[in-house]
């Protein structure tokens, strides 16, 4: 069976390269890779190149439940686009596209079979939003 595709999005004040910097330095990721305030982002690596792995670890911030959220960069197309694939072969495209003063983000995943969707999509456009909130102070 095909996973269904998900998408969240988000308008920024920030510029497309804050986004950029903010989605694909390790330094930055740390400070906005959880859904609730109850989590964390303790560690993040890449190797921000196609073919590249990355791997971030979300955990609970209580030290009751840790993973890695990590995976492969399969093609990258410089302040305007990310295709990824996670771990267990789900496929990830996040686009920065300059609109009126603004920048949009939009992120689209492959949805996993354990979860709700509502519930995927809830926690991915809270993250979304942790990044953009994050960028705009920057």
């Not at 009126?100 to 996993?112: D, I």
């Not at 709700?116 to 994050?134: F, R």
Request: hydrophobic letters at 40%; glycine letters at 6%; one cysteine or more.
């Amino acid at each position: 069976m095909n996973p269904s595709s998900l998408y969240v999005s988000s308008k920024s004040s920030a510029s497309q390269k804050r986004l950029w910097e903010c989605f694909t330095f390790p330094e930055h990721v740390k400070n906005w890779n959880f859904a609730a305030d109850s989590w964390h982002c303790p560690a993040a690596e890449n190797d921000f190149r196609e073919g590249g792995a990355f791997s971030y670890t979300m955990a609970a911030k209580d030290g009751s439940f840790s993973f890695d959220f990590a995976g492969t960069f399969d093609e990258i197309i410089p302040m305007s686009s990310i295709k990824y694939t996670l771990g267990d072969g789900r496929k990830c495209h996040i686009t920065f596209v300059q609109e009126e003063g603004f920048t949009v983000v939009l992120h689209a995943f492959e949805a996993e079979s354990v979860n709700p969707e509502d519930m995927q999509q809830a926690g991915w456009q809270a993250i979304l939003d942790n990044m953009v909130a994050y960028a705009e102070r920057q």
